[in-house]
């Protein structure tokens, strides 16, 4: 039996389903039939559950956006900081392995591979230099690797307070226990919503323009299910579908498979966006899926993914 920690959140909705779908048992517990992050409440439930397997997609995030985490900092830290340290500690102390739902924001850019093969980080990606070499050589932006160190944290600012959390929850679940870390990034798919980036690109009154790895849902959940099943080694795994791509080339997909009736205006510049519609910084981020798909983990390309929630698109009660 796998228990769940957070399956009734946005993301534990679709290991919910993964988990259905396969045939799975599970447990989805919750906060308020067991107070899971006491460390003695979730022993005393491992003890007595006896899980194969913990999921962790609890977490606090900022509704309707990460602001909001700038308003609620103890709830954030608690939600991504104390939460998985504890839940480390009290697998570790019951003998089971379990999987953390991490995140790609605590990087910010991408990788750029120079003409002489020197690879550097670029933290702004909406440089216009940076924005040409996305038209012409997107081949020389690859992403940010399990390997690197965080760029958008407390450690290397400045970041949001959110992400600053969900970097030091890695750090502080790191050498406890044996666990996967799953990292998502801007979750989408096929179901018209307020946490869905599809929708909410459909819903801003302006949209903000930059690259970014991206992860389908139902994608992420059998990643990281397929990666405990295949026995994969334990730690940290980047999954979203493979690639990046611009908010540009969302809108252009949205336009020519939804055809919406709207159209679509962007920010003239990140001083504009920050000055009039976002407080913390945002990460924008690319991310490198390779060690995934070493590991064996079949997931679609990030334009499959897009366009195959774009075509599927469900708006529900419609
Ligand atoms: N959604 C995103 O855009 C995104 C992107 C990257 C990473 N993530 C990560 O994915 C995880 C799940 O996110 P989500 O979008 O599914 O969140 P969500 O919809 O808000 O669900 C999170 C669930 O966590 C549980 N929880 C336990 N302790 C909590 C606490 N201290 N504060 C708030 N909730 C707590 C709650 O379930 P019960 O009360 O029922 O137990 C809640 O329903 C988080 O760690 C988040 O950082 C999310």
Redesign the pocket.
Known sequence: MILL????????EAFQRELQGRGLSFRN????EAD??QFSVLLGCLRRLNPTFVVN?????G?PNVDACEQAKA?TL???TL?PQTIAHACAAAGVPWGH?????IYSGAKIVGADGVVRVEKDMTRPEMRALAETHPERIVGFTEEDTPNFSFRDGPCSFYSGT?ALGEEAVAGIGTSYVWR????FDEIDGP?NYLSKVQRYAKVYDNLNSISHRADFAKACVDLWLMDAPTGIYNVTNPGWVTTRRVVERIEGILKPSRRFEFWESDEEFYRVAAKTPRSNCVMDSSKLLAAGVKIRSVDEALDGALRNWVVQGA
């Not at 517990?29 to 308020?32: D, G, Q, S, T």
């Not at 997609?57 to 995030?61: I, L, M, S, V």
């Not at 998502?184 to 979750?187: K, M, Q, S």
């Open positions: 920690l957070g399956g009734t959140g946005y993301v534990g517990l919750r906060r308020a899971y992050g997609c609890a977490g606090y995030t509704k709830d608690v939600g991504n939460l739902v991490s995140s790609g924001c969900k998502l990034r801007i979750p946490r």
